[in-house]
């Protein structure tokens, strides 16, 4: 059997619209975020998830509970599925952060973590959902690094690949991205 897995990215923050690299500093969801989130409500009215987990940071939070905190199924924070820590850079603007994340994948951010340090993370994060939800569908929501990892872990992409095919250089945001744990 296999886990299948609805990958979902927070709504857009206050510092996303101020074009700052969180990290592992909390950011408030904007009033696009809620709406953002609120819409989803409708966008997955079809699906039904037997687990929700989220990151521990605030803007993931709030984002899932937004979405599913009426909907009677367990939200899980879990800190393994935060943003990359980008340590001394959590909170500077993305024009300083975002040219980092690509030489940062075994190269930790200054006092922070690398992406394979983030692939541990959700590696460890990944034998436990196969462990407690095999032959479930499960929703995670989260940030970019942990989605990269997924894409990584689970469709053996390169971290060259993954980056290169991120949706966010794109501009192809979808209501929620398919993975598998078999």
């Given at each position: ?48 998830f ?21 909907s ?52 460890s ?58």
């Amino acid at each position: 059997m296999a886990v299948k897995i609805t990958y979902f990215v927070h709504g857009t923050t206050v510092d996303n619209e101020a074009h700052v690299s969180s990290g592992w500093k909390d950011a408030e969801l904007s009033a696009l975020g809620v709406k953002q989130s609120e819409e989803l409500v409708e966008q997955t009215r079809e699906q039904k998830f037997d687990a929700i987990f989220c990151s521990d940071l605030k803007r993931a939070v709030d984002s899932a509970h937004i979405t599913w905190g009426d909907s009677g199924v367990p939200i899980i924070s879990d800190a393994r599925l935060r943003e990359c820590n980008y340590g001394q850079l959590n909170g500077h603007p993305s024009v300083e952060v975002e040219p980092m994340q690509e030489k940062s994948i075994t190269t930790p951010m200054p006092s922070g973590e690398s992406y394979e340090d983030v692939r541990v993370r959700v590696a460890s994060f990944l034998a436990d959902l196969k462990r407690d939800y095999d032959g479930k569908h499960i929703a995670i929501v989260a940030h970019k690094a942990p989605q990269l990892a997924l894409d990584v872990l689970l469709k053996g992409q390169s971290w060259d690949e993954a980056f290169a095919s991120d949706w966010r250089k794109r501009g192809a945001w979808q209501a929620g991205w398919e993975y598998e744990v078999k």
